[in-house]
């Protein structure tokens, strides 16, 4: 993005240098439609220079947790300036809002972002300022906790990622060696991670109560802006995922069980290859990765291909796990520069490809929308950002030759990637559930988390793998689960784009050329559309009914069997 606004060698070191320009802004008058539409590119302009800012501070944080200097320099962030801009950002949305020409603005262009900036009027209250800036430090709490967490094996101190590719080895002793490593190691940090989350349920519920809500779930469904479903259909979602998703993963549970000849299918035999068969080694380096990646989305479309290789070469890409690296994986749009960051903890296994595949379709995602006017119509509601990433996954499948050159390698790849399709819908659903008990219940206690948790672990858990004498392990399963501490609620959208995935997958299998010209058409719109309305762009249906649910799990059924 090129600047107009602000002069080029424009940086933020403290608030005085934002404040005049937001002054400005705030009283700056506007005597035309012109006028709001120019005074709006320009409000946009500081938006994406504050947003570049912030993200900055974020990504180098979390590539380096042990540097107290980068952990300084994201608090400042968050305490100094931040707060400053709430304020600011609610003047700036009413003075829009309360504007005499914004009726003037075309409503198939401007009607979405107006509808999002009248709810951040609406859900606006100056004692909540404090409080999100105390949440925001709070929640950087669990990477710092996580990046923490090692295990020593053969004289090697290792993260849990590393150490999780045990799993997959054929040795079961030793699988069963490490899996009491990790969840000892797990255990060390379960009271501190705990107490945590304890205080980031009463921050939040503080919050909603400030707003008006009976409960942090009502507050956080209006505040994610979710216009176009309403809390019965996440109910809905989980009763079809434990109706018709639920019985097909236990069916592969049982085969698993009976081809390894196992009596007793302990959790250290999850993810062992039946055959007996080392883990899949699609790649070797974080450089490796990205080339093959490159390789394999130009098959898919040369311009998805582009977008990696311009990452690379600015420096957007930090792959590789290592010691004192936050954990997880995500691509981190830059709103100024409008090239993003993917940040992941690859060791070199099959999953690490996909994670890389789908951090690639955000990326992509980005790209497509860098044309946009503004920087809040880049700014895609997660049911959507997801469906762009996993679609990536399944439509990429089909081209993974890049990566695994033994027919019987890729086959397995594939049959891997439905499966984890599958398993991964209950997960979701178990957490969105998890987050929907919890904060319509901010003052429970510890152990009656535990046995809510228990509880709908057994809903959507098939019963197939032991966990006797395991029970310590299970109830705190769901601190491993990141969204549950930095961003609440931000999870059924996955399932939810899963689902579209695989429509979108179906689709590239009967029309690839029609299928990716929808993908791309839809994902050049932004958020300047309905989520309906995107998702019928990219040629699905924006649906989890138990019978779309059905129609897809079959359909992937058949795929899995054909393979």
């Given at each position: 993005?090129?600047?107009?606004?602000?002069?080029?060698?424009?940086?933020?070191?403290?608030?005085?240098?934002?404040?005049?320009?937001?002054?400005?802004?705030?009283?700056?008058?506007?005597?035309?439609?012109?006028?709001?539409?120019?005074?709006?590119?320009?409000?946009?302009?500081?938006?994406?220079?504050?947003?570049?800012?912030?993200?900055?501070r974020?990504?180098?944080?979390?590539?380096?947790?042990?540097?107290?200097?980068?952990?300084?320099?994201?608090?400042?962030?968050?305490?100094?300036?931040?707060?400053?801009?709430?304020?600011?950002?609610?003047?700036?949305?009413?003075?829009?809002?309360?504007?005499?020409?914004?009726?003037?603005?075309?409503?198939?262009?401007?009607?979405?972002?107006?509808?999002?900036?009248?709810?951040?009027?609406?859900?606006?209250?100056?004692?909540?300022?404090?409080?999100?800036?105390?949440?925001?430090?709070?929640?950087?709490?669990?990477?710092?906790?996580?990046?923490?967490?090692?295990?020593?094996h053969?004289?090697?101190?290792?993260?849990?990622?590393?150490?999780?590719?045990?799993?997959?080895?054929?040795?079961?002793?030793?699988?069963?060696?490490?899996?009491?490593?990790?969840?000892?190691?797990?255990?060390?940090?379960?009271?501190?991670?705990?107490d945590?989350?304890?205080?980031?349920?009463?921050?939040?519920?503080?919050?909603?109560?400030?707003?008006?809500?009976?409960?942090?779930?009502?507050?956080?469904?209006?505040?994610?802006?979710?216009f176009?479903?309403?809390?019965?259909?996440?109910?809905?979602?989980?009763?079809?995922?434990q109706?018709?998703?639920?019985?097909?993963?236990?069916?592969?549970?049982?085969?698993?069980?009976?081809?390894?000849?196992?009596?007793?299918y302990?959790?250290?035999?999850?993810?062992?290859?039946?055959?007996?068969?080392?883990?899949?080694?699609?790649?070797?380096?974080?450089?490796?990765?990205?080339?093959?990646t490159?390789?394999?989305?130009?098959?898919?479309?040369?311009?998805?291909?582009?977008?990696?290789?311009?990452?690379?070469?600015?420096?957007?890409?930090?792959?590789?796990?290592?010691?004192?690296?936050?954990?997880?994986?995500?691509?981190?749009?830059?709103?100024?520069?409008?090239?993003?960051?993917?940040?992941?903890?690859?060791?070199?296994?099959?999953?690490?490809?996909?994670?890389?595949?789908?951090?690639?379709?955000?990326?992509?995602?980005?790209?497509?929308?860098?044309?946009?006017?503004?920087?809040?119509?880049?700014s895609?509601?997660?049911?959507?950002?997801?469906?762009?990433?996993?679609?990536?996954?399944?439509?990429?499948?089909?081209?993974?030759?890049?990566?695994?050159?033994?027919?019987e390698?890729?086959?397995?790849?594939?049959?891997?990637?439905?499966?984890?399709?599958?398993?991964?819908?209950?997960?979701?659903?178990?957490?969105?559930?998890?987050?929907?008990?919890?904060?319509?219940?901010?003052?429970?206690t510890?152990?009656?988390?535990?046995?809510?948790?228990?509880?709908?672990?057994?809903?959507?858990?098939t019963?197939?793998?032991?966990?006797t004498?395991?029970?310590?392990?299970?109830?705190?399963?769901?601190?491993?689960?990141?969204?549950?501490?930095?961003?609440?609620?931000?999870?059924i959208?996955?399932?939810?784009?899963?689902l579209?995935?695989?429509?979108?997958?179906?689709?590239?299998?009967?029309?690839?050329?029609?299928?990716?010209?929808?993908?791309?058409?839809?994902?050049?719109?932004?958020?300047?559309?309905?989520?309906?309305?995107?998702?019928?762009?990219?040629?699905?249906?924006?649906?989890?009914?138990?019978?779309?649910?059905?129609?897809?799990?079959?359909?992937?059924?058949?795929?899995?069997?054909?393979?």
């Open positions: 993005m090129q600047r107009h606004y602000l002069s080029s060698d424009f940086k933020i070191q403290t608030w005085d240098d934002l404040k005049p320009l937001l002054e400005e802004l705030k009283n700056r008058t506007l005597n035309s439609a012109a006028d709001l539409k120019q005074w709006m590119k320009d409000h946009s302009e500081v938006e994406a220079v504050i947003s570049e800012d912030g993200a900055w974020y990504i180098k944080m979390t590539c380096d947790t042990q540097d107290e200097k980068l952990q300084n320099g994201f608090n400042f962030f968050v305490t100094e300036i931040e707060p400053h801009i709430s304020p600011y950002g609610n003047d700036l949305n009413k003075k829009l809002i309360d504007c005499k020409y914004v009726d003037e603005l075309e409503k198939d262009m401007y009607f979405v972002y107006v509808r999002g900036v009248k709810k951040s009027i609406e859900l606006y209250r100056e004692e909540n300022i404090a409080l999100n800036t105390e949440l925001r430090q709070k929640e950087q709490e669990f990477g710092t906790i996580s990046a923490a967490q090692t295990i020593t053969s004289g090697e101190e290792m993260t849990m990622q590393k150490a999780a590719t045990y799993f997959k080895n054929n040795d079961r002793a030793l699988r069963e060696k490490i899996y009491y490593q990790i969840q000892d190691r797990k255990g060390v940090d379960e009271t501190k991670l705990n945590l989350y304890t205080e980031l349920i009463m921050l939040r519920n503080k919050v909603a109560v400030n707003t008006g809500f009976s409960n942090y779930r009502d507050y956080k469904h209006e505040e994610l802006g979710r176009d479903y309403k809390v019965k259909d996440c109910y809905d979602f989980q009763d079809a995922i109706k018709h998703i639920v019985p097909l993963v236990s069916e592969n549970e049982k085969a698993r069980k009976r081809v390894l000849n196992l009596d007793v302990r959790p250290w035999d999850k993810e062992v290859d039946v055959d007996g068969k080392t883990p899949l080694k699609p790649f070797t380096t974080g450089a490796d990765l990205t080339a093959k490159i390789e394999c989305f130009n098959e898919v479309d040369p311009y998805f291909a582009e977008c990696i290789s311009t990452m690379r070469d600015m420096k957007r890409l930090d792959l590789e796990s290592r010691i004192g690296k936050a954990p997880g994986g995500y691509n981190y749009p830059l709103m100024e520069t409008d090239v993003p960051f993917i940040f992941m903890n690859a060791v070199g296994l099959h999953r690490d490809m996909v994670t890389m595949v789908h951090e690639g379709g955000h990326a992509v995602h980005a790209f497509l929308a860098a044309n946009l006017e503004l920087t809040e119509f880049k895609t509601p997660s049911e959507v950002a997801e469906l762009a990433s996993m679609s990536m996954e399944l439509i990429s499948m089909e081209h993974w030759h890049s990566f695994f050159e033994n027919k390698d890729l086959k397995r790849a594939k049959k891997e990637q439905l499966d984890s399709v599958l398993k991964g819908l209950p997960w979701i659903a178990s957490i969105d559930k998890f987050q929907h008990w919890i904060y319509t219940h901010p003052k429970h510890v152990p009656e988390r535990y046995d809510a948790w228990m509880a709908i672990s057994k809903d959507f858990g019963g197939v793998v032991d966990y004498g395991l029970e310590n392990n299970v109830k705190r399963s769901w601190q491993s689960q990141l969204h549950l501490y930095e961003v609440p609620f931000y999870y959208e996955y399932g939810m784009a899963q579209g995935a695989i429509a979108m997958w179906r689709n590239y299998k009967q029309n690839p050329k029609q299928a990716l010209q929808n993908y791309k058409k839809a994902l050049a719109l932004g958020y300047t559309k309905t989520i309906p309305e995107l998702y019928k762009a990219a040629g699905i249906k924006f649906d989890f009914s138990p019978d779309y649910v059905k129609e897809l799990a079959d359909f992937v059924k058949a795929e899995y069997e054909a393979l």
